[in-house]
Nanobody, 123 residues
Framework: QVQLVESGGGLVRTGGSLRLSCAAS????????MGWFRQAPGTEREFVAT????????SYADSVRGRFAISRDNTKNTVYLQMNNLKPEDTAVYYC????????????????WGQGTQVTVSS
C-alpha cells in the first residue's frame, strides 16, 4: 500500500513557476514508477508526465514538454513536478500517482493516487 500527498499548488500569473511535490509513505517507493496527471473542470483526467523507478526514463505530454520537468528523490520518498512558463490552460487539479513496473501515460494503469492539489494560472 502506498499513500500519496501532493503539495505546492497555488495561484500564479501567466509565465510564472510552481514546483509540486508528492510525498509517498508506505513500502518500496523506489520500486514504483510515478506519474503526474491533471484534471480541469468538465474535462477528463489527462497525462502530464511520468518517471521510472530510478529517474532514468521520463515522458511528457506534448502540451507541457519543454516547460515542465518531473524528478524524484528516492531517499525522501518524493516526486516533483517543476512547472515553468505556466499558461492559463495549465489550470487544473494536479494528481500524482504510483504504479508497479514501468512508466505509463494511461491513468488506468496506476495503482495509487493522491488527493490532488489545485494549480490556478491567471492571465
Amino acid at each position: 500500500q502506498v499513500q500519496l500527498v501532493e503539495s505546492g499548488g497555488g495561484l500564479v500569473r501567466t509565465g510564472g513557476s510552481l514546483r509540486l511535490s508528492c510525498a509517498a509513505s508506505g513500502r518500496s517507493f523506489s520500486t514504483y514508477a510515478m506519474g503526474w496527471f491533471r484534471q480541469a473542470p468538465g474535462t477528463e483526467r489527462e497525462f502530464v508526465a511520468t518517471i521510472n523507478w530510478n529517474g532514468g526514463i521520463t515522458s511528457y505530454a506534448d502540451s507541457v514538454r519543454g516547460r515542465f520537468a518531473i524528478s524524484r528523490d528516492n531517499t525522501k520518498n518524493t516526486v516533483y513536478l517543476q512547472m515553468n512558463n505556466l499558461k492559463p490552460e495549465d489550470t487544473a487539479v494536479y494528481y500524482c500517482a504510483a504504479k508497479r513496473s514501468g512508466t505509463s501515460t494511461r491513468a488506468s494503469t496506476y495503482n495509487y493516487w493522491g488527493q490532488g492539489t489545485q494549480v490556478t494560472v491567471s492571465s
